[in-house]
């Protein structure tokens, strides 16, 4: 199993720019997640989907928009990049609510520079 | 707010020793913590949960403790091997929910 996985691993980015993050699960996980990961901050939740066809914002949502296309897929966009939105990005997902665990699984990260 | 601390200074430790990190939490009461291991570039991996009715939990050579009422929770690492060395993670939830809260993380290098 891949587990999840994310595309692109390395972007760089002008000011101004929007671009896409992809993340895909494979182990039919009903919640999928996107944090960022700063120096210091720790890992911040953006927005989740605690399943197909619904998402919510998370800490910190301004500057992001996100699509569940269907139940493998969770996608992360920025608009228009801003420095401020420089970090390593990670998409997670997690078994049901209240019938699993609540572990999550990450994927490797989209390391992100917006000059 | 809702505050996790753990020790952002690198914990060194001789291989053969028990690693000891700590979290401490404020103005909330987490159902259940959980401990993650990150290595440098990697996604972070789940490695125990522990929820707030267990006062221990134990995996091989790894152990968590949870104190509810000094709100924290010690992550142990018996007989520590250099392959240990990584940056570990603490993540209580928010109330009811599955949203997790994560800490900064404490570096641990084990030195042979």
């Known amino acids: 199993n891949a587990g999840v996985t994310q595309t692109p691993k390395f972007q760089v980015l002008k000011t101004g720019q929007s671009m896409t993050l992809q993340c895909a699960q494979d182990?039919?996980?009903?919640?999928m997640y996107w944090y960022r990961q700063d120096p210091g901050m720790g890992l911040r939740l953006i927005y989740y989907?605690?399943?197909?066809?619904?998402?919510d914002k998370g800490e910190v949502p301004n500057g992001y928009n996100v699509s569940r296309l269907n139940k493998r897929e969770f996608s992360l966009r920025l608009e228009s990049a801003a420095p401020s939105q420089t970090s390593v990005y990670f998409c997670?997902?997690?078994?049901?609510?209240?019938?699993?665990?609540?572990?999550?699984?990450f994927g490797e990260g989209s390391r992100l520079t917006v000059l | 707010s809702q505050k996790i601390e753990q020790n952002s200074e690198a914990l060194n430790i001789q291989e053969g020793k028990t690693a000891t990190l700590t979290c401490n939490y404020t103005?909330?009461?987490?159902?259940?913590l959980q401990w993650y291991r990150q290595d440098p570039g990697r996604g972070p991996v789940f490695l125990l949960l522990?929820?707030?009715?267990?006062k221990e939990k134990r995996k091989e050579r790894l152990k968590v403790t949870f104190d509810t009422t000094l709100k924290q929770s010690l992550f142990h690492i018996t007989a520590s091997q250099p392959a240990d060395s990584a940056t570990y993670l603490c993540?209580?939830?928010?109330?009811?929910?599955?949203?997790?809260?994560f800490g900064t993380g404490t570096r641990l290098q084990v030195f042979p």
């Open positions: 997670a997902s997690t078994r049901d609510r209240g019938r699993g665990t609540g572990e999550l699984f």
């Open positions: 182990m039919n996980h009903n919640s």
């Open positions: 989907s605690a399943s197909e066809g619904t998402t």
């Open positions: 103005n909330y009461s987490p159902a259940y």
């Open positions: 522990i929820r707030e009715n267990e």
């Open positions: 993540a209580p939830n928010v109330g009811n929910t599955d949203k997790l809260i």
